[in-house]
Structures are given as structure tokens and as C-alpha cells.
Nanobody, 121 residues
Framework: VQLQAWGGGLVQAGGSLKLSCSVS????????MGWFRQAPGKEREFVAS????????YYLDSVEDRFIISRDNAENMVYLQMNSLNPEDTAVYYC???????????????WGQGTLVTVSS
């Protein structure tokens, strides 16, 4: 699976951004797509994921009421709508993919390049 993410930028606190990720590969119906982020000086953390098969979603607690992950099967796209952004959301955001049942910590994860989101106070 090949992934390419874009859509980051500079936004004021309280604003919104929508990240996009194009996905190419076969048998995507058996995959789960995710967004991760890595803030300066911190480890990469899970943000949200969605099943390509049934759109079941999971979120990091701190973003659950503000971010929405979605996918477009016809266009092979995954999105992350981010609302009510705050400076703590500043990070490089990565799109990722893995087969259902595998761990996000394992070697079977495909990663896109990151896109930088900067939220100013």
C-alpha cells in the first residue's frame, strides 16, 4: 500500500483543517486506515483510524469530539477533518495503513510522508 498525505498548514487556535491521504494498493477492503501525529520532542501517537470495510472508527480521547476520520472508497481517499484546533495539536501528521488484526506497532504498517500542522495561539 502506498500513501500520500497533504493538507497541513498554519491555522489559528479554534480553526479547522482537513487532511487528505491518497491510497493505492490491492485488497484495501481488508485494511484499516489511520492517522498518527508526532509533536516536537514527543513520540508518534495514534490519532484516529477507520476500517476500509465497514467504516468502524476509533479516536484518541483528546480528539474524539473535534476530529472526524472518513474515507471515500470510490476515490481511494482517507480524510481527517480537524476542528477546534489548539496549539497542543501542533505536530506532523502521518497517514498509515495496516491489515485488520495486525498491530500498529508492527512491521506490517505502511506509512505516508508527514504533513505539518501548526496551530498558533
Amino acid at each position: 500500500v502506498q500513501l500520500q498525505a497533504w493538507g497541513g498548514g498554519l491555522v489559528q487556535a479554534g480553526g479547522s483543517l482537513k487532511l487528505s491521504c491518497s491510497v493505492s494498493g490491492r485488497a484495501l477492503s481488508s485494511y484499516r486506515m489511520g492517522w498518527f501525529r508526532q509533536a516536537p520532542g514527543k513520540e508518534r501517537e495514534f490519532v484516529a483510524s477507520i476500517s476500509w470495510f465497514d467504516s468502524a472508527t476509533y479516536y484518541l480521547d483528546s480528539v474524539e469530539d473535534r476530529f472526524i476520520i472518513s474515507r471515500d472508497n470510490a476515490e481511494n481517499m482517507v480524510y481527517l477533518q480537524m476542528n477546534s484546533l489548539n496549539p497542543e495539536d501542533t505536530a506532523v501528521y502521518y497517514c498509515a495503513a495496516k491489515a485488520e488484526g495486525l498491530s500498529w506497532l508492527g512491521r506490517g504498517v505502511s506509512w505516508g510522508q508527514g504533513t505539518l500542522v501548526t496551530v498558533s495561539s
